[in-house]
């Protein structure tokens, strides 16, 4: 196990009805003005946007709003929002919706706080000093903002999706409550499910030897997911299977399966230049691109892939060719994601593959790139050619 340090810092309070104590945690964590900050429709129609102004009117908590954050969010609402923050002396940044929005808000809270374009952070060209508090109310389990460290925007002007890290931006406090996320439409659903399974899969491709503690962890949340995923595909309403998911999406992302360990995340580069060229869901993306790179660097570590299968996706281990039992174990996921409703290829997903080269050129060559990426395997330009026809 490789050296770490750790700091997680979000209070978390997890259950029915827990949004309408929210007035309490703003309070409890400084905040004296706050901005709401939301998405495009559902916070709104479905009643969560007035039980959240009525539970920081009964603290006597002043507000402004801002809604619009569309998903995969841009550039732009991120500067109306820290202009709004400064004209109305806001000191707390509520998000209430899912990645896009957390996301979305973390970007506000620490361009604020920041002389120059908050989009220096996003380009690696200055460090996050300093970051306005923000709390999250969740409403969709999939990205994990509620919990890690990460924000991901993209840049209107040249469709640049770029993340920004550091501890700064961890929510004070994060409001999660499954019943929230029943009025989640299905492929949503879904693609929140392939998400999470994704950063457990990112952790889990490692060259760091002897991490069995995360290994274990890692299995034990894929394995939760493969069994509530489908379950609450049937049933949208599953309370148990919405809750279990919603706890397990937190912990593939805060981090603390991932600690001392080198990741992957190539799955994660390759995905997002799908979805901030077509706007297709992250997830979605995921779930095309994960099966094609996992087979173009099975071989690395072929093992690493076997046990998967076998510990995960149930698989007979083939002591005489473990690649055969890498290659089911890759195949059953490609077929989970597929029957749970999630595209299998380019097509189905909006892609075209006359794109190729353009997604090529800005995954390789883009902000923050010298023309190869790294991670469980270095990938060459022409590695990521491969890999995109591989998912046409
Ligand atoms: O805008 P509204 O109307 O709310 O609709 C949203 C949106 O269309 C809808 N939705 C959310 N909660 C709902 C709901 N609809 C009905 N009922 C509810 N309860 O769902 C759609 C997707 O929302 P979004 O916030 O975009 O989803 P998600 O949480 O998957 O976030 C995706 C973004 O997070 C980034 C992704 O790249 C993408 O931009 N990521 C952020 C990470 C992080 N900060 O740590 C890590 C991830 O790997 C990821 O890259
Ligand atoms: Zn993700």
């Given at each position: 196990m490789e050296n770490f340090t750790f700091y997680s810092p979000t209070f978390f309070v997890f259950g029915k009805d827990t949004e309408n104590e929210v007035g309490q945690y703003v309070k409890q964590f400084g905040g004296s003005k706050v901005l709401i900050h939301y998405g495009g429709k559902s916070a709104k129609s479905s009643g969560l946007l007035d039980r959240v102004e009525a539970a920081l009117a009964k603290e006597g908590i002043p507000f402004v709003s801002l809604g619009g954050v569309k998903p995969n969010p841009r550039s732009g609402l991120v500067y109306e929002g820290i202009e709004l923050c400064r004209k109305e002396n806001v000191d707390f940044i509520l998000a209430v919706g899912g990645g896009s929005v957390i996301d979305s808000s973390k970007a506000m809270a620490a361009g604020v706080l920041y002389d120059g374009d908050f989009w220096d952070f996003y380009a690696g060209k200055a460090k996050i000093e300093k970051a306005l508090p923000i709390g999250t109310i969740l409403t969709i389990a999939a990205a994990g903002s509620e919990g890690s460290r990460d924000s991901v925007i993209t840049r209107e002007e040249d469709l640049m999706k770029r993340g920004a890290s550091s501890d700064?931006?961890?929510?004070k406090f994060s409001i999660l409550n499954p019943a929230l996320t029943q009025t989640l439409p299905p492929y949503q659903t879904a693609a929140g499910i392939t998400d999470i399974m994704a950063h457990l899969y990112e952790r889990y491709l490692t060259n760091t030897k002897e991490v069995e503690v995360t290994d274990r962890l890692i299995e034990a949340l894929l394995l939760t997911m493969k069994h509530e995923g489908p379950r609450v595909i049937a049933d949208p309403n599953n309370y148990e299977a919405r809750a279990n998911i919603m706890w397990a999406g937190m912990m593939a992302h805060n981090n603390s399966v991932g600690v001392g360990r080198s990741q992957d995340w190539n799955s994660h580069n390759i995905e997002h230049e799908l979805s901030a060229l077509y706007d297709c869901a992250h997830g979605a993306g995921l779930a095309v691109t994960m099966p094609a790179v996992f087979k173009y660097v099975m071989n690395h570590d072929v093992m690493r892939f076997a046990k998967a299968a076998v510990r995960i996706w149930g698989c007979q281990m083939d002591f005489d060719h473990p690649e055969v039992t890498a290659l089911e174990g890759i195949e059953a996921f490609r077929r989970f994601l597929i029957d749970l409703g999630m595209p299998k290829n380019f097509e189905e997903l909006g892609a075209k593959e006359e794109d190729i080269p353009t997604l090529v050129r800005m995954l390789c060559h883009g902000t923050r790139r010298d023309g190869n990426l790294y991670g469980f395997v270095k990938l060459t330009e022409e590695d990521c050619t491969n890999i995109y026809r591989m998912m046409v």
């Open positions: 700064l931006l961890r929510a």
